[in-house]
Nanobody, 124 residues
Framework: QVQLVESGGGLVQAGGSLRLSCAAS????????MGWFRQAPGKEREFVAA????????YYADSVKGRFTISRDNAKNTVLLQMNSLKPEDTAVYYC?????????????????WGQGTQVTVSS
């Protein structure tokens, strides 16, 4: 079955960096767009970043643009989220997801598969 396994979360001070990784299995990875969403306590899940199957088109929420970078390695079935200049408001559980077909990238309903999430906590 399809599995998306996130790693790389943790506790970091404001201004610091983290790199999240998502390892995919059970699907033809290069056929899927990949994305990251996050959910903070008491808030709705929100779009963070996404990229198309080849990685040459990327999309970002305004709140992370210029600080986060999404990338993929189709040979390793992996998608990365490099997060720099982290802020306390970036604290959330971060989810990796995969979607096939034409995509409205910020719409969580477009994605077919989801990981279990990894916690990111940014202290002030």
């Amino acid at each position: 079955q399809v599995q998306l396994v996130e790693s790389g979360g943790g506790l970091v001070q404001a201004g610091g960096s983290l790199r999240l990784s998502c390892a995919a299995s059970g699907l033809t990875f290069s056929n899927y767009a990949m994305g990251w969403f996050r959910q903070a306590p008491g808030k709705e899940r929100e779009f963070v970043a996404a990229l198309n199957w080849s990685g040459d088109s990327t999309y970002y929420a305004d709140s992370v643009k210029g600080r986060f970078t999404i990338s993929r390695d189709n040979a390793k079935n992996t998608v990365l989220l490099q997060m720099n200049s982290l802020k306390p408001e970036d604290t959330a559980v971060y989810y990796c997801n995969a979607g096939g077909g034409p995509m409205d990238y910020p719409d969580e309903h477009e994605y077919d598969y989801w990981g279990q999430g990894t916690q990111v906590t940014v202290s002030s």
